[in-house]
């Protein structure tokens, strides 16, 4: 099976906690699967030595501009370039239209508690803002077009069933 992996920012510097969760997925997987090929979608960024190339992994660095143009452009016709049977994306979001089936890991959902005037008028950078709105406006899309959804607890579980 070839698989991909959505791992966009794992290559920067100072990685956040969800960029920890794929970059240990990917060592563990590295460590105990030898069969599936694996793609690693990523942005190329200073901090490219956490991660190795592997006889069935392979690193994929794509451009692409920012977040939203990498995410809904540069990745789906990446992972359709190379054959992907499924694509997991790691981060709370994934590409609304993409011909490969998508897995998502949803980390949370805390985005969608507020409304859109609440999170423009609260605290946070502007980035932080924009990035808000922009998972609430891809997430659901991306839920029901979803083969597999993976959250990090019941909580988060029922939290996103309620969506």
């Known amino acids: 099976m070839k698989i991909g992996i959505e791992a966009q920012r794992i290559f920067r510097k100072k990685k956040h906690g969800m960029d920890m969760v794929a970059l240990e997925l990917i060592r563990h997987l590295q460590q105990i699967d030898h069969d599936n090929l694996y793609y690693r979608f990523v942005k190329p960024d200073e901090a490219d030595q956490v991660l190795q190339e592997t006889p069935n992994f392979k690193i994929v660095k794509l451009e692409g501009g920012g977040y939203p143009t990498w995410e809904q452009i540069s990745l789906p016709r990446a992972a359709k370039k190379y054959g992907c049977d499924i694509l997991h994306c790691t981060s709370n979001t994934a590409p609304v239209f993409s011909s490969v089936p998508i897995m998502i890991t949803l980390h949370d959902i805390i985005y969608m508690e507020n409304s859109v005037r609440k999170i423009m ?42 969506f």
Do not use: A, C, W
Not at 123 to 152: E, H
């Open 121 to 162: 008028k609260g605290s946070g950078s502007r980035y932080q803002k924009f990035g808000n709105l922009y998972r609430r406006m891809i997430v659901p899309k991306v839920l029901r077009r979803s083969k597999k959804v993976i959250t990090v607890s019941d909580f988060e579980k029922d939290r996103i069933n309620r």
